[in-house]
Nanobody, 123 residues
Framework: QVQLVESGGGLVQTGGSLRLSCAASGRTFSDFPMAWFRQAPGREREFVAAINYNVGNTAYADSVKGRFTISRDNTKNTVYLQMNSLKPEDTAVYYC????????????????WGQGTQVTVSS
């Protein structure tokens, strides 16, 4: 089992920045690819970013490329999502997720989820 707890969400103006954190516990954190997803009201959960065991292997949704950066600190069992140049369309609940094997952009492939943290970008 892996337990995930997100933090760092909040209200920010357009163009602002936030850094989300996801603290993991329960199993060897460095064994798991990690990802961030988001879900806006009335919409399906969508992929944002992922990072594999090797911190050099990352993937991003086209909508966040160049603005968001995913990173992980295996010594702290934590994965981060640095979000810059935020837009109103980034407003959503952000979830971190973990799975075995290689990372994926498909929510159904992930076994473990956090409770989510709200990000609201005002125009």
């Amino acid at each position: 089992q892996v337990q995930l707890v997100e933090s760092g969400g909040g209200l920010v103006q357009t163009g602002g920045s936030l850094r989300l954190s996801c603290a993991a516990s329960g199993r060897t954190f460095s064994d798991f690819p990690m990802a961030w997803f988001r879900q806006a009201p009335g919409r399906e959960r969508e992929f944002v970013a992922a990072i594999n065991y090797n911190v050099g292997n990352t993937a991003y949704a086209d909508s966040v490329k160049g603005r968001f950066t995913i990173s992980r600190d295996n010594t702290k069992n934590t994965v981060y999502l640095q979000m810059n140049s935020l837009k109103p369309e980034d407003t959503a609940v952000y979830y971190c997720a973990a799975k075995s094997g290689w990372y994926s952009t498909v929510p159904a492939h992930y076994n473990y989820w956090g409770q989510g943290t709200q990000v609201t970008v005002s125009s």
